[in-house]
């Protein structure tokens, strides 16, 4: 059985809230914005295989923010390089169970 709240703890928490409010609403909007940018670069991706510079042209994304995510998703097994083009690498979708 969870242990209850006292009326300080309840007020600690109250004055935590008040103090992050705008903490939640900032994590709220980083969170929504990740994902807009993970899925116009998966749909990207999905078109076929790409460079960084050319998933920069074709979701509009700052550069640092796509080589990013394709690091990140590259780490996690979402992407995988599928050759080269010049200098550039170029990475391909892995499609996971459906997704």
């Known amino acids: 059985m969870p242990a209850k709240l006292t009326e300080a703890h309840r007020q600690a928490l109250k004055l935590f809230r008040e103090q992050h409010s705008d903490l939640d ?3 709220k909007k980083y969170v929504a914005d990740f994902r807009h940018e993970r899925k116009q670069i998966t749909e ?3 078109k ?3 460079t960084v510079p050319e ?5 509009g994304l700052p550069v640092d923010q796509v080589l ?3 690091t ?3 780490k996690y097994g979402t992407v995988q390089e599928a050759g080269a083009d010049g200098d550039y690498v170029k990475y ?3 499609e996971q169970n459906g997704k």
Do not use: D, P, S, Y
């Not at 998933?55 to 979701?59: E, G, I, M, N």
């Open 72 to 74: 990140a998703m590259r």
């Open 48 to 50: 076929g295989a790409g």
């Open 44 to 46: 990207a991706l999905r």
């Open 92 to 94: 391909e979708f892995i």
């Open 25 to 27: 609403g900032t994590l």
């Open 55 to 59: 998933l920069t042209r074709q979701t």
């Open 68 to 70: 990013w995510h394709v």
